[in-house]
Nanobody, 116 residues
Framework: QVQLVESGGGLVQAGGSLRLSCAAS????????MGWYRQAPGKQRELVAA???????NYADSVKGRFTISRNNARYTVYLQMNSLKPEDTAVYYC??????????WGQGTQVTVSS
């Protein structure tokens, strides 16, 4: 199995920045496309950024130009640099495979709260 641990969230004012990290571990960890998801209270979970094994990236329109996803394959770690944060970015952020239908077990996520 694969364990996913997200970190780096916090409380920031609008316009601020955060850098999230996602560490993957376990005997079943493999080299696959990864993504960052977020879920706000009462909302569906949505994919906001994805990165392929070759380093190509894709972003939801809502975060394009503000968020940057990257990965360190040697460390099995994926990052999300979030700039120009808006209150609407407030959510719990999770990492997982970017392409289903098979996903790793979801981690606890990391809370991002952006105040006005």
């Amino acid at each position: 199995q694969v364990q996913l641990v997200e970190s780096g969230g916090g409380l920031v004012q609008a316009g601020g920045s955060l850098r999230l990290s996602c560490a993957a571990s376990g005997s079943a960890v493999s080299f696959v496309a990864m993504g960052w998801y977020r879920q706000a209270p009462g909302k569906q979970r949505e994919l906001v950024a994805a990165i392929t094994t070759g380093g190509s990236t894709n972003y939801a329109d809502s975060v394009k130009g503000r968020f940057t996803i990257s990965r360190n394959n040697a460390r099995y770690t994926v990052y999300l640099q979030m700039n120009s944060l808006k209150p609407e970015d407030t959510a719990v952020y999770y990492c997982n495979r970017a392409v289903g239908p098979i996903f790793y077990s979801w981690g606890q996520g990391t809370q991002v709260t952006v105040s006005s």
